[in-house]
């Protein structure tokens, strides 16, 4: 029988059990905390072969039924060798403890060294019970919240054998075609890093080595949310000044707060492929931000950078990515297939390779993995946590804190809860797949809470549900199979009819879960199909409508604005969909989101942002004049605003004070404002402080987020929220090409989104 290699970390001195020796190697107890895994890393990384240092730099995605017939030729049984032989260092795509451990076995019991696998998955808003969509949960502006959603999917993916997640997605983007808007928190870095640390903060925990925390993976990095014309995969070219300002603060802030794994992107920018990018990866990442952990490609970029023309093949891909930092090589096999060659040839040191190893083999330690590889493959932990009670109860929560109100005239909203009849008319009204909304591929089909089933909930009203059209045509969880968007208007007749009899109609349109997310850029952000001319059909008949949008990305809906007269953003708001959207028409939970994302009025004023610059003609004071920047065809200013959401209750913002007009260097000042609800409900709202740097070494935005915090009200009572300016708080990327405050003038705004009424003035000096 052949002889078993097993690695054990003790409490006071690491031993290390060889087969190869059949010697016990001591090794040195380390003389700190900080350094103690770097001990055992060094310990480790003596004893490895370059081919099996390589290895760990390896991920290959599942690639055979662990339950069924060992591979014997083809990929899958080259993969299985490799496997046996210590040559991957992590999985993908492999879930169930079941499985986990069939592959953790291999890796541990019949490798040379034992060293044991990372499991990695897209747990993007949770594994079988579904949150909110990313961009929804960041409407909810509440870090508590979003924070404990994320360890909500930390424990149930760790349950079923996994151990990473390559969440969260904190791109920063300002352009509403591109799909992936729904897995970020919007367009705003403030905001954006902000949630960015509390979903790490979710997802690890304060303790790795625990059985209900995952690595987090900090993606992607960077600009591709700067995609050119918000088309997924597509060239990006940003400025310095955008890149700083913008783009990294999320990113930095995350290395702050302890993320262990960040992922590069797929995009070149400014001309070279991020997954090739020495400026990302070395100087920015490794070197200025001290980041520690380590960096795994996206699905095969390090061979994308041959379509890009920067590569000529898989080895030079290889080359040029271990190279510039890219650690860990995800199911491109480049690395496993050429690193070993190229280091033996000299374009690649062997100590690149070394250090890449390291970086990995650490957060294996950090995860406890070598002190027991079998750590998440308990089956009784499975059972009792896949889809728990309490798991329903925190995603409701985090639903309907992610419900943004648009808009509320007449007083349509919140529903009378008896005495009426009410049409519900839409597809997505009783689709119990849509709401999951998209990159939730370990939940299953139908398991959501419908809208019809959550009004069906409260039985005080008649309620008539007809589907009036479909959304789309033909769907799977990956490729679309025929059209997206249906033509047939064969339901119109009988939702009309429904409507004429209703005292209030509510109808569910928008997009399908499945039509926002990765590949799925859209040039018309509009009502897909023919859901606009069923709304337009049905407010003639009727106009109480209630509109309720289920949908992954800001949508332009310039005629549901001015004329109906209820707007609620109900996202694709995960398993309790239903259920959160209800309680939110029938006044049993108070809205108090806010949009993280500007809604445009039309597509072409796409990229919007509330942050803008002003420009040399931001206006003309000759009326008539048409040189100055505008359209000639449409308005500047968005549908709704970045920040903007309304309640149920009315929210009276006054007295704006500053405890001092000027601070210095090392100072600081105080802004306050008086916040009174003036309706007749409690309520929450989310106080909003923005400043404005008037002159700049290089041009500013007319105002910037550096401020939020939700209060609740009840009626007629007031409360005073204090907001602290410091340095801190007006530095930026300046043209010393370093963050740091520049003397000059300031305005400060306060308000319930960023356009505000109130404002002041203050100065800073050094």
């Known amino acids: 029988m052949k002889n078993k290699f097993l690695l054990a970390s003790f409490a006071i001195a690491t031993l290390i059990i060889a087969s190869c020796s059949n010697k016990i190697l001591k090794l040195p107890v380390a003389s700190s905390k900080e350094n103690i895994f770097d001990t055992k890393v060094d310990s480790v990384l ?102 404990k959603s994320a360890a909500m999917a930390a ?53 790795l080595a625990a059985t209900n925390t995952i690595l987090a993976c900090a993606k992607h990095f960077a600009g591709y949310g700067f995609a050119e014309a918000g088309r997924d995969y597509n060239t990006v070219d940003v400025s310095e000044n955008v890149l700083q300002n913008t783009i990294f603060p999320p990113f930095k802030a995350v290395v702050d707060a302890g993320v262990r ?142 419900i943004v109100l648009l808009k509320n005239e007449k007083e349509l909203l919140p529903l009378k809860k008896s005495g009426q009849k009410i049409a519900l008319i839409g597809a997505l009204a009783n689709d119990k797949t849509s709401p999951l909304g998209s990159w939730r591929i370990a939940a299953d089909d139908n398991s959501a809470v419908s809208v019809l089933e959550g009004l069906q909930k409260y039985s005080g009203n008649q309620l008539t549900y007809t589907k009036g059209a479909e959304v789309t045509e033909g769907r799977t969880q990956f490729i679309w199979e025929t059209k997206i968007n249906t033509t047939d208007k064969s339901g119109f007749a009988e939702a009309i009819a429904v409507a004429k009899q209703a005292d209030v109609v509510v109808m569910v349109l928008g997009e399908h879960g499945l039509q926002s997310g990765e590949g799925r850029s859209r040039t018309d952000i509009g009502l897909p199909g023919v859901q606009q001319e069923l709304l337009e059909a049905i407010y003639k008949v009727n106009p109480n409508v209630v509109l309720v949008l289920n949908n992954g990305r800001p949508l332009a809906i310039p005629w549901a604005d001015e004329n109906i007269p209820a707007i609620v953003e109900g996202w694709h708001l995960g398993t309790q969909s239903g259920n959160a959207i209800a309680q939110v028409l ?67 913002y006054s007295n704006l004070q500053l405890s001092s007009n000027a601070f210095a260097k090392n100072g600081k000042i105080e802004v306050s404002v008086n916040i009174k609800n ?71 705004f306060l308000g319930g989104s960023s356009v505000t009424k109130l404002e002041g003035d203050f100065q800073y000096s050094n």
């Open 678 to 748: 003036i309706g007749k409900v409690a309520g929450k709202e989310v106080v909003q402080l923005y400043i404005r740097d008037l002159i700049g070494s290089v041009t500013r935005p007319v105002k910037e987020l550096k401020g939020f915090e939700m209060i609740e009200l009840q009626p007629n009572e007031t409360k005073k929220v204090v907001f602290t300016i410091d340095e801190k708080t007006i530095e930026y990327f300046t043209a010393n090409r370093k963050w740091e405050a520049e003397t000059g003038d300031f305005k400060v």
């Open 261 to 402: 794994t960040f992922m590069n992107s797929f995009n070149e920018l400014n001309g070279i492929p991020a997954t090739g990018n020495a400026y990302l990866q070395r100087e920015v990442l490794k070197r200025d931000w001290n980041f520690d952990g380590f960096v795994v490609s996206d699905w095969g970029s390090i061979n994308e950078m041959i379509p890009h023309g920067y590569a000529k093949d898989s080895k030079h891909a290889a080359e040029i990515a271990i190279n510039a930092g890219s650690d860990m090589d995800m199911e491109s096999s480049a690395y496993v297939e050429h690193l070993v060659a190229l280091v033996k040839e000299g374009k690649v040191k062997e100590s690149i390779i070394d250090n890449a190893a390291r970086r990995i083999l650490k957060v294996k330690f950090e995860l406890g993995l070598f002190d027991d590889p079998y750590k998440y493959c308990d089956e009784n932990r499975e059972l009792a946590t896949v889809g728990k009670l309490e798991f329903q109860e925190e995603v409701l929560d985090m639903a309907k804190k992610s």
């Open 586 to 652: 029938y006044g049993d939970y108070n809205p108090s989101g806010k949009l993280p994302m500007t809604f445009p009025r039309n597509v072409g004023q796409v990229p919007i942002y509330y942050n803008y610059k002003n420009t040399g003609r931001p206006v003309m004071n000759e009326p008539e004049s048409v040189f100055w920047s505008h359209y000639i065809d449409e308005e500047n200013t968005p549908l709704y605003p970045f920040g903007h959401g309304l309640s149920y209750s009315k929210f009276e």
């Open 46 to 147: 003596q004893l490895m072969t370059l081919d099996e240092k390589v290895g760990q730099l390896n991920q290959y995605n599942g690639f055979w039924d662990i339950t069924g017939p060992t591979p014997k030729e083809g990929q899958a049984a080259k993969k299985y060798e490799d496997l046996k032989k210590g040559l991957v260092g992590s999985m993908l795509n492999v879930k169930g403890v079941k499985d986990v451990k069939a592959l953790q076995k291999i890796a541990v019991e019949q490798t040379r060294l034992g060293i044991p696998l990372l499991f990695g998955f897209d747990v993007i808003h949770g594994y079988k019970t579904i949150s909110p969509i990313p961009l929804a949960e960041a409407a909810s502006w509440d870090l508590e919240a979003i924070k």
């Open 155 to 207: 424990e149930e993916a760790a349950a079923v054998g996994l151990n990473w997640t390559f969440a969260p997605m904190i791109d920063i983007s300002r352009d509403a075609r591109w799909g992936r808007v729904m897995e970020g928190a919007g367009e705003d870095s403030f905001l954006g890093s902000k949630i960015a640390v509390a979903r790490v903060q979710g997802f690890q925990g304060e303790d």
